[in-house]
């Protein structure tokens, strides 16, 4: 009985997936599936999933679609999940040993209601055992929002596993002609809607931050798909509280729709006077110069 989606989509990144392969035939637990939602790529990905399929050793299913950006391939991937539980796991990462019988323990323990929590989520570790980002202490678990992360000093990227029927109420929006849009815009809105994560100190996923991943990309993918960054940032002003955050939020909104949105449109979509317009292009500027 499939229990856990693991998902990953990948482009171009035949090279690394063998890494996290070896990690999932290793599990103790087959209550599992392998979902791989292939954005497009022109290398031996395809030929090398189907050489796994056939040695039978996991429950693979592979999808290879056009090309259209990651976030088109996570709302595949929980469209055709199986499983109860969605983990996305990158291509370049790979699974903590026996941590899918671990995952579905805590579900099952913990006895979540979805109506008031997405999921749980882990760390991610770098392959020598560091903590990536920060995270709490003395605790076994701390009960939040995505918004309320920092407040409780949960930094960084974690290994979140989320309901997969929360996930189906959520998917990422998508506009024609871009193909990037911060994965953060659906978290936020799962937090918005006052669904918690417990977050566990246990670490879930080994991770690599390689050259040609989206995370070393990230300045230049919010510049050039504007009207996914517009909607991300709009969206982060109404959700952050912080004075700072906000003039900084606000800041970002006005420097990347200069040549792209009338100062009407700007000052009505993040509720300022038009006057103030030019002074946070000014900050946005002086940001990025530092």
Not at 12 to 32: A, M
Not at 178 to 189: D, G, L
Not at 190 to 216: H, M, Q
Request: include cysteine; glycine fraction near 6%; aromatic fraction near 12%.
């Amino acid at each position: 009985m499939v229990k856990l989606t693991v998902f990953t989509p990948t482009y171009n990144r035949g090279y690394t997936l063998g890494t996290l392969y070896d990690s999932l035939c290793k599990q103790d637990s087959n209550e599992f599936e392998w979902v791989i939602v292939d954005d497009g790529s022109d290398d031996d990905t395809s030929n090398l999933v189907k050489k796994w399929i056939n040695e039978g050793n996991i429950n693979i299913r592979y999808l290879l679609k056009q090309n259209a950006g990651k976030h088109t391939a996570i709302n595949k991937g929980v469209e055709l999940a199986a499983g109860k539980y969605f983990m996305i796991v990158d291509s370049d990462d790979y699974l903590v040993e026996n941590v899918v019988s671990e995952i579905i323990n805590l579900f099952e323990t913990n006895h979540l209601d979805s109506t008031k929590y997405a999921g749980i989520s882990g760390t991610k570790v770098s392959p020598d055992g560091t903590l990536i980002g920060t995270m709490f202490a003395d605790k076994e678990f701390v009960d939040c929002t995505t918004l309320e992360r920092r407040d409780n000093n949960i930094r960084g990227d974690k290994a979140e596993v989320f309901f997969t029927d929360v996930l189906r109420q959520y998917p990422f929006p998508v506009f024609d002609g871009e193909k990037f849009i911060n994965e953060a815009i659906v978290w936020n809105r799962i937090a918005n809607a006052g669904l918690k994560i417990r977050w566990f100190n246990k670490p879930f996923v080994i991770c690599e931050y390689l050259p040609d991943g989206l995370t070393s990309k990230k300045g230049t993918l919010h510049t050039h798909n504007i009207q996914g960054t517009l909607l991300y940032l709009e969206e982060l002003i109404q959700y952050d509280n912080k004075f700072i955050e906000k003039v900084a939020h606000r800041a970002s909104f006005c420097g990347i729709a200069h040549n792209n949105l009338s100062a009407s449109e700007i000052a009505r979509r993040i509720h300022i006077p038009k006057v103030f317009i030019p002074v946070f292009r000014l900050i946005y500027r002086f940001r990025g110069s530092n």
